[in-house]
């Protein structure tokens, strides 16, 4: 999980890896040397709004089976006052902020490519070592810490991605669309078979009891294990959404490329326009899906939700333009994004040692008396102690200590 944000994003027109003869690509307003704010603040966001997701698979009953046993789960839009917070709460975070992540992710991407150019190294290069190193970090998060790791898929499609920037724009355009394609119509087909077989296709919307009190009353050595006997249905989302991250890279690379990432008046430009057509297109059909009920999920998370991802970046880069000096939540977001690596781990074991059995275990103590509140609660406090401690740990530190060890490894290798 890049954090880097440096200024020029591309090769020139016959220089630099690859050699793609794309014509200049440097974005308009993103000088030499020059960092792009936007991003970082864009990834503190991506960072928090995760866990926006994340903190009720943590809280549910199974933790991180609970969802592939049971399902969806949600408060549905009508019910209790409870209910309906619930369902706003997860309606604005369920797959927009990891979409905005991944976005991100092929933007930083393209700024190593740039990088590298500038250098005149070849490319990928040392690159490969960088994603090997992310997906070993992953391997470790997925077995230690949180079943649902996004880093192992990260990096099998930033080795993908980084061997396609050396292709032509043209090969890259084709791959992009291929792959939005592709994915659709795996979403399509799932959501058909979820939608004919009903419960016989989803799950019986039941976790076992002996899941149940794994995760609420089962030692830390016990989820391991869980979870590498079932390591293969744990890593399914990577594989069923690798269209979506492909195509989701070649977006970030594009619209860095296009200078929407810029503070100058063309970034701001794009940006407006990504707004309208992201939120415009994407929350009508997000509740749509949600009204659908859970047949819809799929369409719902993978399809409609990038879309508001879209706008989200319209959106949040229309509030820090109109920041005339940052404060401290810009300061503190900047300073997440910064550390993203670290904070996105963090958040994980913090929410493990407050959910299940071997920390404190609330999530079985206050179980459905005080959720969603409680929950949200937990939302709250991680993501207040990741603004403060980052912001705090960038005062005498100049990165994360995960993107230090990241360094370090990476050097001696």
């Not at 890049?2 to 591309?10: E, K, L, N, Q």
């Not at 190593?112 to 990928?124: I, K, T």
């Not at 269209?243 to 070649?250: A, N, R, Y």
């Not at 920041?323 to 913090?350: D, I, K, W």
Request: glycine share 14%.
């Amino acid at each position: 999980m890049t954090t880097t944000s440096g200024p020029r994003t591309g090769p020139g027109p016959t220089t630099g890896p690859g050699k793609t003869g794309e014509g200049p690509t440097r974005p308009v307003g993103t000088g030499e040397g020059r960092r792009l704010p936007l991003l970082d603040v864009l990834r503190g966001v991506a960072i928090l709004g995760t866990l926006m997701t994340n903190v009720w698979i943590f809280t549910a009953p199974g933790g991180e089976w609970g969802v592939l046993a049971a399902g969806p789960a949600g408060g549905g839009l009508s019910g209790s006052f409870g209910e309906a917070a619930e369902s706003v709460f997860r309606l604005l975070a369920d797959g927009k902020f990891l979409s905005l992540l991944t976005i991100l992710f092929g933007a930083g991407l393209a700024i190593q490519y740039g990088s590298a150019e500038r250098r005149g190294q070849p490319w990928p290069g040392r690159y490969r070592r960088r994603a090997l190193f992310l997906f070993a970090e992953g391997t470790v998060h997925f077995v230690l810490v949180f079943a649902w790791d996004v880093l192992m898929g990260y990096a099998v499609t930033a080795l993908f991605v980084a061997w396609l920037l050396t292709r032509s724009a043209r090969a890259r355009r084709r791959v992009m669309w291929w792959a939005a394609g592709l994915h659709l119509t795996v979403m399509g087909l799932l959501t058909a078979a979820l939608a004919l077989n009903g419960s016989e296709a989803a799950g019986d919307g039941a976790v076992s009891p002996e899941v149940v009190d794994l995760y609420a009353h089962g030692s830390w050595s016990d989820q391991i294990a869980f979870r590498l006997e079932n390591a293969v249905a744990l890593r399914i989302e990577p594989v069923l959404s690798a269209g979506l991250l492909v195509f989701l890279f070649l977006l970030g690379v594009r619209l860095l490329r296009a200078g929407a990432f810029g503070s100058d008046d063309s970034g701001r430009r794009i940006r407006a326009r990504m707004l309208a057509w992201g939120l415009g297109l994407g929350v009508p059909l997000n509740v749509a899906c949600a009204v659908g009920g859970e047949d819809w999920f799929l369409l719902g998370r993978y399809a409609a939700a990038p879309l508001v991802a879209v706008g989200y970046i319209g959106l949040i880069g229309a509030l820090v333009d109109r920041v005339v000096r940052p404060g401290p939540m810009t300061r503190g977001l900047t300073s997440v994004g910064r550390t993203a690596l670290s904070g996105y781990v963090l958040q994980n074991v913090l929410c493990a040692l407050v959910s299940y059995g071997f920390g404190l275990g609330l999530a079985a103590r206050l179980g459905d008396t005080w959720r969603p509140w409680w929950v949200m609660a937990l939302w709250a406090a991680v993501s207040a102690l990741l603004l403060v401690g980052s912001t705090l740990w960038l005062r005498r530190f100049s990165a994360g200590p995960l993107e230090s060890v990241q360094r370090w490894a990476l050097r001696r290798s």
